[in-house]
């Protein structure tokens, strides 16, 4: 089969992401860990990497390794069954994700790089274009190269990341135009994001403001006091800062009847009652509940220290498999 004559095929029915940065928070549980829980539910058997080289842009070596095996006792802990998901380390398929990156970048320019919306924040907030290291500037391509090697069908991203997937569509596109159909086009799955705001009410829930962020290594009696003090509003009146813990209580609930306890209150508070008090009570209460849950859980999963790394194993097997024979494929393509 020539080059001009291959199908383009996927391997992979849903692919993403986690980032391996230091402790996590319940924002992360909402954005990243739960819909991965929801898809696999729903029957669907997620590929999701560690992207420790991604991590390499900001953080040192040293720190993104010790925070690996971390993230992904968080993530098992929180819900991500081995069983429905494949988990595997972006490094373990490092070489041919250095390869497809270097090749794929031939298919774009410095300018059409800026233009990707989160290098542009990420420059921003670190560096000017002409300070800045490489690999931040190669951070699209090489997400681009993350999704096209493992051949993904749909990639789960929130509204600040389809233009990711945009920007994989067109290197995929040009490549596959001049060389032969390879790459098969990846789609957005768009989820709903939830901006889930400080319990200080500056900004959203960061662990740049911890005082403000309720952290899954969080202890019962650190958890009373950061919500005692959380920011909400005056009886009768709704804003972003308590719909938004509503939204983080109600979803860290266990039971219906403890949701069915919030709406009522929060009834109450519309009605212009002084209930926050009793609020603050039973959101501190269903958040003891499930950190404490996730700590024992977490704790379990990590007696055994060759556990996570043979869920990493696994996974790398299938992702590995993928890589090797996209880019023979690729290799196929350009060479003849």
């Known amino acids: 089969m020539t080059a001009k004559t291959l199908k383009p ?3 992979t029915e849903l692919f993403t992401g986690i980032r391996p940065t230091g402790s996590l928070t319940v924002a992360n549980y909402f954005g990243a860990v739960k819909p991965i829980i929801e898809l696999q539910d729903q029957g669907l058997k997620p590929l999701v990497f560690v992207a420790d080289l991604h991590a390499l842009t900001d953080c040192e070596p040293k720190d993104v390794k010790k925070y690996v095996n971390e993230v ?48 542009k924040d990420k420059l921003k907030n670190n560096a000017r274009p002409e300070t800045a290291n490489a690999l931040l500037f190669l951070y699209p391509v090489m997400m681009a190269a993350d999704i096209l090697i493992q051949r993904a069908k749909k990639v789960p991203v929130g509204q600040d990341q389809v233009a990711h997937i945009e920007f994989a569509r067109e290197l995929a596109k040009d490549f596959n135009k001049k060389y032969g159909e390879v790459f098969p086009m990846p789609q957005p799955l768009e989820q709903k994001a939830l901006r889930i705001i400080s319990l200080k009410g500056e900004s959203k829930m960061s662990k740049s403001i911890p005082q403000g962020a309720l952290f899954l290594s969080d202890d019962a009696k650190t958890i009373a006091k950061k919500i005692k003090t959380a920011e909400t509003a005056f009886e009768g009146k709704m804003n972003d800062r308590l719909e938004s813990h509503i939204i983080v209580a109600k979803g860290l ?84």
């Open 9 to 11: 095929e996927y391997k």
């Open 72 to 119: 992904v006792a968080d993530y098992i802990a929180l819900g991500v069954d081995p069983n429905k998901s494949n988990l595997f380390l972006q490094s373990s398929i490092e070489n041919e994700i250095a390869v497809l990156t270097l090749l794929l970048s031939r298919h774009t320019n410095v300018s059409e790089l800026l233009r990707v919306p989160t290098l």
């Open 253 to 336: 609930a266990k039971t219906e009847k403890e949701i069915q306890e919030i709406d009522g209150i929060i009834d109450e508070h519309k009605k212009g009652k002084a209930v926050m008090g009793q609020f603050k009570q039973i959101f501190t209460r269903v958040a003891q509940d499930f950190l404490q849950e996730f700590q024992a859980r977490k704790k379990e999963i990590t007696k055994d220290p060759s556990f996570i790394p043979s869920v990493l194993e696994q996974g790398a097997k299938i992702a590995r498999a993928n890589a090797r024979e996209t880019l023979e494929l690729t290799k196929q393509a350009l060479y003849g």
